[in-house]
């Protein structure tokens, strides 16, 4: 499949066949449960920020309402105090394939990803090296680099090509018994590739490892198992996929055998074995709220627990058949389009090998981007020459996408660098 | 000042006083700038939660309308980006009297305290020992154990009396040559103890050490200028005298002359230079953002702006003499109904000593603590025996406190423990 065009069927480009996949669609219910304006008139970037559910915004009233203004500090107590594992409790069952008790809603991806790599660090004491890929977020390779200064452990780069991705046997070449800690996203966030979360898993204890898994593009989108899978840890975001909102807090997953054993630097009074006790030294709690550090984004939490609850009643099965779907129409759309003029699909072909989002490789790409955007199409522009196509299965339709490229199309024609 | 309750004029001790007091009150119309309900009768917490401003509640609305779902993506260039930074300045001008460029606006009061501490033994590498006082909040003691242990310095701690705090006389105890940093709070959290800020800042500069204040139990509510004090650091939260909602983030101050030495270990696209250049390595920004690290929560950040608005409007210098007032009234009322029952002030009686709230010692605390909340009045027990009554000068009336004494003082009596 990795062939080029010829595995896709020619699409009769034109608007009213988009129209007809949009009525087709088993999820197009779903678009209507978000508040959608008129502009722009193509949003393909709901990887970077999700649209908001209309339920997440009269939740944030009734918060504001009732709980803050109506109950002020009782509301703790009564409804928030919780909230950090109940919502992670659901994340994991909506999102993660996963079990109760492993998994806090909190801080950023940022945070939560420093917090899990010590504490994967401290399960392997005696290794010296930490993992990590080239094509991975910055975020991701950045802290890799100020943990391992920390640690003093040793940063082993893997350097895929950035088309197809980190597999357990690319990933063999760096492995071994040195190794303690592996650092991977689940999907690249440029290209889009979908790695085998449960074979390189496997490939990393297999000789001994720790993984730490970064899944902000693909909660959401992707059906998973993490506690089959043996995942150790885990982290993501949740303002893509799960449309919890700009800066809304981040998840956190830890395997229930890692519990007793874990720790983390932040320790805060919501870690602690008693909150309130205000005791003379931190006793960690003995669950998984001894990932947790300051007082919790309350408004944050609850949008992600309205945002589970849509993704729960779509289910995962459906989203992630859409997202295929989308994601072969705008390849094929693509091929036709833009191929022709020189901006080519940078996204692997296989299905199987794809999240949720498809980027144009092209030159110009942030010019490009720019008056896309002043088109009323909003894509992302991802440095130096990359355009993603965001796809969010419950809000994204096919005539978003079928205009997008037109309009690419166009933008890229009329600049002048046909093929 | 702290030989008792002579130098206190008499209460008249009626509702219809209190109510006389609330005309006279300069500030009395900020009240109706909050969103306030019939329930509870008495709210004196908050100082833990701050109630909600009703231009904040608008402000939300229009964030999630107009920004979120209006403009999506696009909110991040055009308005968000700068945020921490923007309302992180807005802050220090309104409530830190510090200038431009050393303030952000992120994470939980927990992780920038980490980072803030980080930061501060980074600039005294050579030197071993870190003081924090046994009445600081616990996040503030577990954390310095934390960042000891990791760092491999010594704690040294101070065993103030709690009802008078730490001085720059009791810290020359403990500091010296071997002091890297200092981590005091600026209003303890339990007593209400005012610590002097810039003259333990002082002290701590006269043995070369870098001092850390954590000024959650002050910030908008007590006139400072971390400038002029010459302070290194500080870092408070939101949700308590700047009412910007629960869990809202916190702020982080760093003195200009540190920002070009100063690091974080943890190593966001935040905060790095070129947030989106998606580097090969981590180049941190040359300002004040080097210290941001994750995305930012953009509800929790306009809530802090729309806080500070009223602020600066209500003047930090009435918000004080109203505290002052306040305070002094609520020790009255005490010393006068609740002494006599068994229950006494436990909160300096110098109201230069004193921060905005003041802290009852009393058998059965938490009990009694039930008993309030049961009768409408909403104050908040801190382990084991005190009960803290907090006065937010911008809508705690005299009549609130009023109240609040006397059903304390019924619930008391009923229970039978007079003195």
Redesign the interface.
């Known amino acids: 499949m990795a062939d080029g065009t010829a595995s896709y069927a020619p699409v009769a480009a034109d608007l009213s066949d988009a129209r007809r996949r949009d009525e087709a669609d088993p999820l197009r219910e779903f678009r209507e449960r978000f ?3 008129v ?2 008139i193509a ?1 393909l ?1 709901g990887n ?2 999700g ?2 559910p209309k339920a997440t ?1 009269e939740r ?2 009734q918060v ?2 009732a709980e ?3 109950r ?5 107590p009564e409804r ?1 105090v919780d909230l950090p594992a109940q919502v992670g409790d659901q994340l994991a069952q909506t999102v993660l394939g996963s079990g109760p008790g492993q998994t806090v809603i909190a ?5 939560n990803l ?1 917090k899990a790599l010590h504490a994967a660090c401290g399960l392997r004491p005696d290794r010296t090296e930490i993992v990590v890929d ?1 094509a991975n ?3 991701d ?3 890799v ?3 391992a200064a ?1 640690r003093e452990l040793t940063v082993r780069r893997l350097s895929p090509d950035p088309e197809s991705g980190v597999t357990a046997s690319t990933l063999a070449q760096v492995i071994g018994p040195r190794t303690a800690v592996v650092l991977l996203s689940h999907v690249d966030y440029r290209s889009g590739y979908l790695a085998d979360l449960a074979g390189i898993t496997t490939a990393v204890h297999e000789v001994g490892g720790v993984v730490v898994w970064d899944l902000s593009h693909s909660a959401g989108l992707v059906p998973m198992s993490l506690d089959e899978a043996g995942v150790d840890f885990a982290v993501g ?1 949740t ?1 893509k996929y799960l449309n919890a ?6 998840f956190l997953y830890v395997a229930a055998q890692h519990l007793s054993a874990v720790s983390q ?6 870690g ?1 074995a008693d909150v ?7 006793e960690p709690a003995p669950d998984i709220r001894r990932m947790l ?9 609850v949008a992600v627990q309205e945002g589970l609850t849509l993704i729960a009643e779509a289910g995962l099965d459906r989203i992630r058949a859409k997202a295929v779907d989308l994601t072969e129409y705008t390849i094929a759309l693509a091929d036709e389009k833009l191929a022709p003029l020189g901006a080519s699909v940078a996204s692997p072909r296989a299905a199987a090998d794809r999240g949720g989002h498809v980027t144009i490789r092209c030159a110009g790409a942030e010019d490009v981007t720019r008056r896309l ?1 002043e088109a009323g199409v ?1 894509p ?1 522009f ?2 130096p020459d990359l355009i993603r196509l965001g796809l969010s299965p419950l809000t994204t339709t096919y005539a978003e996408v079928w205009t997008a490229v037109d309009i690419f199309a166009r933008i890229t024609s009329r600049r002048g660098f046909t093929a």
């Not at 909102?245 to 981040?250: D, E, I, S, T, V």
């Open positions: 508040a959608i304006g502009d722009p949003y970037d970077s920020l649209r908001p915004i944030l009233h504001l309402d803050w203004a109506g002020l500090i009782l509301s703790w928030w801080d950023s991806t940022t945070v420093f080239d977020f910055p975020t390779r950045y802290l680099d100020s943990i920390e975001c303002y909102g700009p800066g809304a807090p981040a630097p932040i320790t805060g009074w919501f602690a309130f006790a205000m005791a003379a030294s931190y550090s300051g007082t919790p984004s309350v408004l944050g939490i955007v909003v992302d991802r440095n």
